[in-house]
């Protein structure tokens, strides 16, 4: 939540900062500022509204100076006003900040700076760090002596970017928890929350570890670890390319990284299938052996990532014929819940920087299991933290409603289930080679799936005037089902929520009446197909509108249904990836015909970095 940019060049930056946060909007949306150091002065241009709406009004771009700061806000201590927008300022005005993170101690430290007279212009954690930093200076050293000694007095998450109007041309940055990225440019350097903000003048890249402090100039990077000593950091590439953080002719990227899933999926998939086995080991570390050691399986996640592991779940019984179990991250950490030996974590995110999940993996971590983190962003905190990675191939997801980073972490998952039951040898070649033929197929039948846009299209115009509506799945469609309302509700704010079909029975049947949309989610299957149709009937015999994901050539559900979406056959596990699809289409479609922001949801961030 919150991103911050930060770029001292040869050149004036004030065009980069801008670009750079328009970039990080996704992360907030509440205000956005920058603040540029001109000579010996700092000036400041902040508003509160998204990027575009204040750069009209404040022109961002002409702020002179070739070293600056920037900021994009989702608010957590005061209003979304002005005086809270970022940067904020020392009290005499020659400190520059900008800050993404929570400072948990800051009351205290303010009380302490407004029992020693100090004013405060706003009602931020974040101010607070200004003023400490003011006074470390005063007590001699360089801002990079001062930005070490202020941090030692913080608890809390933080990734900062430090100006001061006496040491022009230097950019100073640290932090503890939240992400923070260096960028080598041109005769430049970038500090950015993501390097999806810097990809169009970098590709080259440290990531900052906590406690470091980088100084830059546009010229030189010297980064310092807790104790002071200069370090030597590994610089790595980043094989991103620009156009993939771009819209490419999508009006939003919801709908462009929804269409990129084929392509995604296949680059998950392939490099990791051969004729009859999955290749992992050279990647992971992820050996047979520690395959075969492993007796149970604990999913850690948040929010769509949670219901990739639900899937997970799943797929861990029923083709590993592993125990697996899934925690919401935030609960597992302040619960003593038992690791038995035996256990592997697996945390699962698209962005590997939630708070919530690597904080529970550093506790799986601290207590001594194997951990595996399946994660989007190379190099990101999540994958600092576990003992092995799967990467997952999506690309930059920038789109707040998660989407292609979902199949692709199915598809990991799925992966990573052939090599364990491989290596257990539970499942036999033959039942081997159908499930990587079924996921060889999965990118195609996805495409097949994204043709009946216009078909689902038409579909959600019965949703537009709707308050509610629910999502019914049953197996591995239940996740689904859940994932399917969490889209509709998060982008369109209709209420919605999803059910294990059979549950319908024990209370949201009460809900259902002619003005109740009920995706059933309805693959032809042996074990439940038939009780989901029953399920249908029990919601048509109530009014209720059914919308109906069946499987290709099903007659039988359509004549029930008031509208059915097909996806193609496949192997039952394999199936969500193909569910999936609609509830995608249907919940975009249904947010922009409501004139919803789609990319930009309200209340939302894409990465939840504070708890
Ligand atoms: O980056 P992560 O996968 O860890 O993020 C977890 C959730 O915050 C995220 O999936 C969120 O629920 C999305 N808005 C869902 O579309």
Redesign the pocket.
């Known amino acids: 939540m919150c991103g911050i940019i930060g770029v001292t060049s040869t050149e004036p930056v004030a065009p980069k900062l801008a670009d750079g946060v328009r970039r990080l909007e996704y992360r907030g949306y509440d205000s956005v500022g920058l603040a540029t150091l001109d000579g010996g002065a700092i000036g400041i241009r902040k508003g509160v509204g998204k990027v575009d709406e204040v750069d009209a009004q404040l022109d961002f771009a002409a702020a002179a100076g070739n070293t600056g700061i920037a900021h994009c806000r989702w608010g957590t201590h005061g209003g979304i006003t002005h005086n809270n927008a970022h940067p904020h300022l020392s009290p005499n005005g020659k400190v520059a900040i900008v800050h993404n993170g929570i400072i948990e101690n800051y009351l205290a430290l303010k009380q302490d700076l407004q029992a020693n007279g100090h004013a405060f212009a706003s009602e931020t954690d974040t101010e607070v760090i200004a003023h400490l930093i003011e006074l470390e200076l005063e007590h001699g050293g360089t801002l990079k002596d001062a930005v070490h000694r202020a941090s030692k007095q913080l608890v809390g998450s933080y990734a900062l970017g430090v100006l001061s109007a006496d040491e022009p041309g230097t950019l100073v940055a640290t932090r503890n928890e939240s992400p923070l990225v260096i960028g080598f440019g041109d005769r430049e350097h970038l500090i950015a929350s993501d390097v999806a903000a810097i990809l169009t003048h970098t590709d080259t890249v440290v990531y900052l570890d906590n406690h470091e402090v980088a100084v830059l100039t546009a010229e030189s990077c010297a980064i310092y670890d807790d104790g002071g000593f200069a370090i030597d950091k590994q610089r790595e590439k980043i094989d991103w390319d620009m156009e993939a953080a771009e819209k490419g002719g999508f009006e939003h990227f919801m709908l462009k990284e929804i269409h990129e899933q084929p392509g995604k999926l296949a680059d998950t998939i392939s490099p990791r299938l051969r004729d009859h086995e999955v290749v992992f080991e050279a990647e992971t570390g992820v050996t047979a052996e520690v395959l075969r050691g492993i007796d149970r399986v604990i999913f850690l996640?948040?929010?769509?990532?949670?219901h990739a592991a639900m899937v997970g779940e799943f797929l861990f019984e029923e083709l590993a014929k592993t125990p697996a179990e899934v925690e919401y991250a935030s609960e597992f950490r302040y619960r003593n819940a038992p690791i038995p030996p035996g256990t592997l974590v697996v945390a699962?995110?698209?962005?590997?920087?939630?708070a919530d999940?690597n904080a529970a993996l550093e506790e799986a971590v601290r207590r001594g299991t194997r951990t595996l983190a399946v994660c989007?962003v190379r190099g990101s905190t999540?994958t600092r933290i576990a003992h092995h990675t799967v990467y997952t191939h999506a690309g930059p997801e920038i789109g707040?409603?998660?989407?292609k980073?979902?199949t692709t972490q199915i598809a990991a998952l799925y992966l990573l289930n052939i090599a364990m039951a491989q290596a257990k040898g539970v499942l036999n070649q033959q039942q081997i080679d159908s499930m990587i033929q079924g996921l060889r197929q999965a990118p195609l039948q996805v495409e097949q799936i994204l043709d009946q846009n216009d078909t689902i299209q038409k579909i959600a115009k019965h949703f537009t005037s709707r308050s509610n509506a629910i999502y019914l799945g049953r197996g591995v469609h239940f996740p689904i089902a859940l994932e399917g309302a969490?889209?509709l509700k998060?982008i369109s704010y209709i209420h919605a929520e999803g059910y294990p079909a059979a549950e319908m029975k024990h209370g949201p049947i009460a809900l259902i009446d002619k003005q109740m949309p009920v995706v059933v989610i309805a693959p032809t299957d042996k074990l439940t197909y038939q009780k989901t149709l029953g399920n249908i009937e029990e919601v048509k015999a109530r009014d209720g509108v059914v919308i109906a994901i069946a499987t290709e050539g099903d007659q039988t559900i359509a004549q029930l249904a008031d509208h059915t979406i097909y996806i193609p056959e496949s192997l039952y596990s394999i199936g969500p990836l193909l569910s999936v699809i609609p509830l995608q289409l249907l919940s975009y479609h249904v947010a922009e015909l409501r004139g919803c922001d789609v990319d930009k949801p309200r209340n939302?961030s894409?990465?939840?970095t504070v708890e």
């Open positions: 996640a948040c929010g769509t990532s949670w699962m995110s698209q962005s590997g920087e939630t999940t989007n999540m707040v409603a998660s989407t980073a979902f969490l889209k998060e939302l894409k990465v939840v």
